[in-house]
C-alpha cells in the first residue's frame, strides 16, 4: 500500500500515520521529522531551511522532493509507506509522481484529511512533543495524555510545544497550507487517486474510514 496522508497542521495526520505503520507495517516517511532531524544534526541542507521553518514557512520544493529522492535511492528503498506532509505543494506532486514512476511504483490514493482552521489551532495550542529529537512523539493535552504529566510514554523525555506549533506561526501555516493545497488536490483527484477523509471524528473512526477509502475503487 502507497499512501499519501493530506491536511492541515493539526489535523491528525501523525497520529494516522504511525497507526498505518504500525497495523499495516508501511514505512513512514515524514519530511518535517527528516528537515528538523538535518536542523539537529546541522546539516548545510539543514541550516539553509532553519530560518524558513521557524517562520512557518514552506522549504523550496527542490530542497524536499531531494530529501525524498535519496530515501529511494539505494536498496532500502520504501516499497510500501504513507506520507506525512509530502507532497506540499503541486509541483512536489508532480515530481513525486516522476520519482515513484522511475521506480516502477504508483501510489494507491491520496487521503485528505478535512477540518476547519480555528479546530486546528485550539489542536495545536494543546500539542506537546518529545524532546528527545530521536523520539519525537506528540501528545495533545486535550485528547492524547501522556501517562506521566509532560512526560514522553516512550523515553521518559520531557514534553514542549513546538517553536513552529505557535499560534501566530500556526495561523501563517494554514495561511501557507490553504495558498498550496487547492492545486496538489486538483491534481490528485484529475488522477481519481484523491478521498476526503473527515479528521474531526475518534481516531479510530478516521483510521476504519481512511482504510475503507484506500481500498475504494478509482
Ligand atoms: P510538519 O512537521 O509536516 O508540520 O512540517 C514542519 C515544517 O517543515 C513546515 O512548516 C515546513 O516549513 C517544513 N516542511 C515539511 N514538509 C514540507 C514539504 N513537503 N514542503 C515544504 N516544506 C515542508
Redesign the pocket.
Known amino acids: 500500500m502507497r499512501v499519501v496522508l493530506v491536511g492541515p497542521?493539526g489535523c491528525g495526520?501523525?497520529t494516522q500515520a504511525e497507526l498505518l505503520v504500525q497495523r499495516l507495517g508501511l514505512r513512514y516517511i515524514?519530511?518535517?521529522?527528516i528537515?528538523?532531524e538535518a536542523i539537529r544534526a546541522g546539516t548545510a541542507m539543514g541550516q539553509r531551511?532553519k530560518p524558513?521553518?521557524d517562520r512557518?514557512?514552506?522549504?523550496?520544493?527542490s530542497?524536499?522532493n531531494e530529501v525524498v529522492a535519496e530515501l529511494f535511492r539505494g536498496e532500502g528503498r520504501p516499497e510500501k509507506f504513507v506520507t506525512?506532509?509530502?507532497?506540499?505543494?503541486y509541483s512536489?506532486a508532480v515530481a513525486f509522481d516522476a520519482m515513484l514512476t522511475q521506480q516502477f511504483l504508483a501510489l494507491d490514493a491520496v487521503i485528505n484529511l478535512t477540518i476547519g482552521d480555528d479546530e486546528v489551532v485550539r489542536r495545536i495550542s494543546g500539542r506537546r512533543c518529545c524532546s528527545n529529537k530521536g523520539c519525537a512523539v506528540c501528545y495533545n493535552v486535550y485528547y492524547r495524555q501522556s501517562k506521566v504529566a509532560a512526560r514522553c510514554d516512550k523515553c521518559g523525555s520531557p514534553l514542549m510545544l513546538r517553536d513552529?506549533d505557535q499560534e501566530e506561526t500556526v495561523r501563517r501555516?494554514l495561511g501557507?497550507f490553504h495558498k498550496t493545497t487547492n492545486a496538489l488536490l486538483a491534481y490528485y483527484r484529475q488522477r481519481h487517486l484523491l478521498r476526503e477523509v473527515a479528521a474531526t471524528d475518534p481516531v479510530e473512526t478516521i483510521y476504519t474510514n481512511i482504510v475503507n477509502a484506500i481500498k475504494q475503487p478509482a
Open positions: 497542521p495526520k501523525g515524514g519530511t518535517g521529522d528537515l528538523r531551511v524558513l521553518m512557518g514557512l514552506l522549504v523550496p520544493d530542497e524536499v506525512d506532509g509530502y507532497p506540499r505543494t512536489q513552529d501555516r501557507e
